[in-house]
């Protein structure tokens, strides 16, 4: 008789390879048919839940604390024993259901995806995807480690971040200096890992028999809705038509700063000399007034986030040897998303809140789906649920809606936001045609001078108005502190799909809040049951790459930041 499946956390985290792989030979020994595929489905996603919840659980602690030893230990070893002998396991049992010819009902694009897994599924990768994960523990180590003595007192670069908006621009300057100095510290080491990425990437792409990593890594990503070409596309449809509005942006910024040029200092200041938002000084204050935008969205989405409150699913503030960023994770066992974040207390703060908060939502609306596969979904609409949240949230920062704002300061807020999402699409940019270079020429990526001189080509492509002279070895080695690039390559252009789709959705609300998010809560409830374009048609939007479709988009944003500019 099998063992049972562990139900909480605790017993989770004891789980040894003995324990799991019984459950794995009884599904793949068992005889399929229409009349028990449903129940092996049921106890294959019972299984692979609590493979991902073990996951999420000790990536979250290795995260907490890039010191911690012992929780470093257990990743490693879950990485070692168990991550690579699953998911053999989980190839057999794709096999098994693709060869059996059954199409169980709402399993169009689940069957598609796992398709396209066992197709560049190699045994002899398994190690070599195990030692990607510790290469990006490595990066993860270097970045959360770096910290700067500031008046006598260590902080990290992240603590930096509000010196950024100081209104002395020479305080600034030293602050920015500070923390450039520290990062091109780690230049050798980030640029010695650099070359194990690549080199490891593209063994593994050739074990799996495609051309290039990118043919490798597309196929992995399951993107069956746009090519490498639309890509560039894309790229194209923002030089046009987002480029002259970020430069607008730009200039409009150091007019009102009185500067003659724009330094990389100038861009977190507020134009107008007042202090910087400051709309919380704690995690709990962060977490009720969150709380309160969201019941203004919508009572259920103000529900899930007070089970998170409730339920410690919420780790806010920044600390020394905290891994950097942010993000939401999933424990599916548990029917629980986590947020992860490192707040210091400004308005990107709050905003990152609203943000990964879309995602928790997401987690929360597709538990209802019976099978762990159905709730796969490309990040491409997962970031719509992001993205879209900071915009539907925006109208409720004020104190009178429910927010922390004056009605002044909430529209200083959403001009920032606005302003800042213009300003990401060329940046994105920026990411996204770098990766295509690096790896299109394999060679040439192994040498990070020759990284430096494609970021430099590519920033200059996109990033106008601002004045980096005398600071060219820190713009060219801005493909270092985009962790994109190093831990989850091509995963960027996601962003930039999902923010058009998300201004598209936040159009809808300007005429109709309600029915917005009633119908960006059904796009959420279903997973990955249909494609990219079926999803975002559901939420009221298309899936594009067009310079049209963007002139609109931002023709919108400029229209709201021109009406706020009067209320600010």
């Not at 935008?293 to 899930?304: A, C, N, S, W």
């Not at 990411?431 to 200059?460: G, I, K």
């Not at 190093?486 to 598209?504: R, S």
């Amino acid at each position: 008789m099998l063992t049972p499946l562990p139900q909480t956390a605790p017993t989770l985290l004891k789980w040894a390879w003995q324990d799991i792989e019984p459950h794995f030979d009884d599904l793949a020994a068992r005889n399929l048919s229409a009349q028990n595929v449903n129940e092996w489905l049921a106890d294959w996603s019972a299984l692979d839940e609590r493979l991902s919840e073990m996951y999420a659980r000790l990536n979250l602690a290795k995260t907490q604390n890039t010191a911690d030893k012992a929780a470093e230990q257990a990743f490693d070893a879950f990485l070692d024993n168990i991550f690579p002998k699953a998911e053999a396991a989980r190839q057999k049992l794709r096999e098994k259901l693709l060869a059996s010819g059954l199409e169980p009902k709402g399993f169009e694009m689940p069957l598609k995806r796992m398709c396209a897994s066992a197709e560049i599924f190699r045994e002899a990768n398994l190690p070599l995807l195990t030692q990607e994960q510790k290469l990006a523990s490595q990066y993860q180590k270097i970045i959360g480690a770096q910290t700067v003595q500031w008046d006598g007192k260590e902080m990290t670069i992240a603590q930096l971040r509000p010196i950024f908006q100081s209104a002395d621009r020479a305080l600034r300057d030293r602050a920015w200096r500070a923390s450039m100095a520290r990062q091109l510290a780690d230049r050798q080491a980030i640029n010695d890992l650099w070359k194990e990425f690549l080199s490891l990437r593209r063994k593994i792409a050739a074990n799996a028999d495609k051309p290039d990593y990118r043919a490798y890594k597309w196929q992995q990503l399951h993107r069956f809705d746009y090519t490498p070409d639309d890509c560039r596309t894309f790229h194209r449809a923002i030089e046009q038509a987002v480029v002259p509005a970020a430069r607008r942006i730009y200039e409009r910024r150091r007019e009102r700063l009185g500067v003659s040029s724009l330094r990389p200092w100038d861009l977190d200041v507020d134009v107008f000399g007042r202090a910087p938002l400051k709309p919380f000084s704690t995690g709990d204050e962060l977490k009720a007034i969150a709380a309160s935008i969201f019941k203004r969205v919508d009572p259920k989405l103000g529900e899930y986030f007070g089970t998170m409150a409730r339920e410690s699913l919420l780790d806010l503030e920044n600390r020394k040897n905290k891994a950097p960023g942010a993000y939401c994770t999933n424990f599916p066992m548990s029917k629980q998303p986590f947020i992860f974040e490192n707040a210091v207390g400004l308005h990107n703060d709050l905003q990152t809140i609203l943000h990964e908060s879309g995602h928790a939502f997401h987690n929360f609306e597709r538990y209802a789906l019976p099978y762990a596969p159905q709730r796969m979904v490309g990040m491409e609409f997962a970031e719509v649920a992001s993205m879209a949240m900071e915009l539907l949230a925006s109208p409720y920062l004020a104190q009178n809606q429910g927010g922390v704002y004056s009605d002044a300061d909430a529209a200083r807020a959403r001009i920032e936001h606005l302003e800042s999402e213009i300003l990401f699409w060329p940046y994105m940019a920026v990411v996204d045609a770098f990766q295509h270079w690096v790896y299109e020429n394999p060679d040439a990526a192994l040498d990070a001078s020759n990284c430096d001189a494609e970021w430099t080509r590519q920033w200059r492509r996109f990033m106008v108005g601002v004045d980096w002279s005398g600071f060219e070895q820190e713009m060219l080695t801005g493909w270092h502190r985009k962790l994109h690039i190093h831990e989850v390559p091509f995963y960027y252009v996601e962003y930039g799909l999902a923010q058009l789709g998300a201004v598209q959705v936040w159009g809808n609300a300007l005429r109709d809040q309600a029915g917005a998010v009633a119908n960006y809560r059904r796009a959420l409830a279903l997973g990955g049951t249909v494609s990219l374009p079926q999803l975002y048609a559901t939420a009221g939007v298309k899936f594009a790459f067009d310079a049209a479709t963007l002139r609109d988009a931002v023709s919108l944003m400029e229209r709201v930041i021109g009406e706020l500019e009067v209320k600010q």
